[in-house]
C-alpha cells in the first residue's frame, strides 16, 4: 500500500513538473509580438509608443504575463503638416480612446476621445502638443487577445493659409458648382460676389461649403468670382458652356406652369427663393420623384403646337400615369404645400444651403408645411390635370436635377467634409 501511495505522489510530481514546465515554457516564449502592433498615424507619419501596459494570456486567464514602460516626457516631432488640418487614424483594435490637444499659447484646446480630433476647427497657427493613449479593454471580443493601453505624445506645428477653391473650373449649363473655402481662423463667414446668383455657405470642419446654381441661360464665356472672407480677398474664374438641347412637344398649360408669372405664383414661390434653413439636409444622390422617365429634360425647348415659346426649368414627367405616387427626392422640409392655379398641387421641400425641390403638377397632396420628409416618403400622386415638373432651386436659380439624382452634382462634392 505504501509502494502504491509513494507511486502516486511521483506520478503526481511527476504532472506537475511537466505542466509546469510547459506553462514556463509558453510564458517564456510569450513575448511583445502579442501586443497590438499597428499604431496610429497622425498626418500620414505613424505615432511611436511612450509608455505602455499589456497583460498578455498565457494559458487562459490562469497565467499571464505583463508588459510595461513608463510614460516619459519624449514628444515625437512632425514638424510642419502644411495648410491642411491633419488627419488622426486610429488603428481597429482600439476599443477606448483618452486625447489632449495644447494649442500655441499652451492652453487646452480639445479633450475627450480621438474621434474629437477630426471635428475640431484651428483657430490659429503653431504648434500644437497632442497626448493620446488608446486602449483595449476586456470583454467578449478580446478573448485570448492582450489588453492594455499604449500613450502617444506628438508635436505639429500648422500653417493654414485662407483659400477658395471650386470644384470645377468649366461649367455646363445646369450645372451645380461647389465653393470650397478653407483656412479661416478668425471666424469670419465667406462671401461670393458674382453674376450667377447668391451663395449660401455651410460651416465645414475645414471651412466652409457654398453652391451655386449655373442656369440654362446662363450665358457661355468666363465669369469672374470674387470671395471675401476676412483678411482673403480671393477672385475666381469660372468658365460656361452651353449646352445642347433639344424640342420637346407639351401641353399649353405646362408654358404657364414653367413661367410662374401669375401673382399668386408669385406671392406663395418667390419669396421661397430667400428664405430656408442654413444647414445642409441632404446626403449623397438625389431621387426622381416618380418612377416613370421624364418626357423632357433641363433646359430642352418647350413647344406647343409646333411653336417653341420656353425653356424647361426642370424635369417633365410627362408620362406618368394619373394617380401615381410623387416622393421626396431628398430629406428636408416642407416650406409650402398647397394648390395654386397654374401649377396645380405644389409642395416644395427644403434641403438647406439654399437647396430646395419644387414639386409642380399634382393632385392629392400627402404633407403639409413644416413636416420634416425623408428621400422616398411620399408627397403627393399625379394628376391627369397637369403634368409633373420637378424643378431644382438654389436660391431663385435652377439646376439640372438629374445631375443630383445621378450623384454627380455639385452638391455632392466633398459632401461629408
Not at 511612450?50 to 519624449?74: I, M
Not at 492594455?148 to 506645428?157: E, I, L, M, P
Not at 470645377?168 to 460676389?193: K, M, N
Not at 465645414?204 to 449655373?214: D, H, L, P, R, S
Amino acid at each position: 500500500m505504501k509502494k502504491l501511495l509513494l507511486w502516486l505522489v511521483m506520478v503526481v510530481l511527476m504532472v506537475a513538473l511537466l505542466l509546469g514546465g510547459a506553462a514556463a515554457a509558453f510564458y517564456a516564449m510569450t513575448g511583445e509580438n502579442k501586443l497590438p502592433q499597428e499604431h496610429p498615424t497622425l498626418a500620414g507619419t505613424a505615432l511611436e509608443p511612450n509608455g505602455y501596459q499589456w497583460t498578455v494570456p498565457v494559458l487562459g486567464e490562469y497565467v499571464q504575463r505583463d508588459f510595461s514602460a513608463l510614460s516619459n516626457l519624449t514628444v515625437q516631432k512632425l514638424g510642419d503638416v502644411g495648410d491642411q488640418a491633419p488627419e488622426l487614424i486610429i488603428p481597429d483594435w482600439v476599443s477606448r480612446s483618452e486625447l489632449t490637444l495644447t494649442g500655441p499659447d499652451g492652453s487646452t484646446v480639445l479633450t475627450g476621445d480621438a474621434s474629437a480630433f477630426s471635428g475640431y476647427t484651428y483657430t490659429s497657427n503653431g504648434q500644437y502638443d497632442l497626448a493620446l493613449t488608446l486602449y483595449r479593454d476586456a470583454g467578449q471580443d478580446t478573448v485570448g487577445l492582450s489588453t492594455g493601453w499604449y500613450a502617444y505624445r506628438a508635436s505639429y506645428t500648422v500653417n493654414i493659409q485662407p483659400k477658395a477653391t471650386l470644384s470645377t473650373d468649366r461649367a455646363a449649363q445646369g450645372t451645380v458648382v461647389a465653393v470650397a473655402v478653407t483656412g479661416i481662423l478668425d471666424g469670419s463667414t465667406p462671401e461670393l460676389e458674382c453674376d450667377l446668383g447668391t451663395v449660401w455657405f455651410r460651416p465645414t470642419a475645414n471651412g466652409f461649403m457654398g453652391y451655386i446654381a449655373v442656369s440654362y441661360n446662363t450665358s457661355g464665356g468666363a465669369h469672374d468670382l470674387v470671395l471675401t472672407c476676412g483678411d482673403l480677398v480671393q477672385q475666381l474664374s469660372l468658365s460656361v458652356t452651353e449646352s445642347k438641347t433639344a424640342t420637346v412637344e407639351v401641353p399649353a398649360d405646362t408654358l404657364s406652369m414653367v413661367g410662374g408669372s401669375s401673382q399668386q405664383y408669385k406671392n406663395a414661390i418667390w419669396p421661397l427663393y430667400s428664405q430656408g434653413d442654413s444647414q445642409k439636409q441632404w446626403q449623397g444622390a438625389f431621387a426622381a420623384p416618380v418612377s416613370s422617365a421624364a418626357t423632357a429634360e433641363y433646359g430642352d425647348r418647350l413647344s406647343v403646337e409646333g411653336s417653341v415659346s420656353g425653356r424647361a426649368t426642370g424635369l417633365i414627367y410627362g408620362a406618368a400615369e394619373p394617380g401615381s405616387r410623387v416622393s421626396a427626392p431628398q430629406s428636408g422640409t416642407v416650406v409650402y404645400a398647397g394648390t395654386l392655379d397654374i401649377t396645380g398641387g405644389t409642395v416644395v421641400i427644403d434641403h438647406g444651403c439654399g437647396v430646395k425641390s419644387y414639386l409642380f403638377g399634382m393632385g392629392e397632396l400627402r404633407v403639409e408645411k413644416g413636416q420634416t420628409v425623408e428621400q422616398g416618403d411620399e408627397v403627393g400622386l399625379t394628376t391627369d390635370a397637369h403634368q409633373l415638373l420637378y424643378e431644382l432651386r438654389i436660391g431663385n436659380k435652377s439646376a439640372d436635377p438629374a445631375a443630383a439624382i445621378k450623384g454627380s452634382s455639385g452638391l455632392q462634392y466633398k459632401e461629408n467634409q
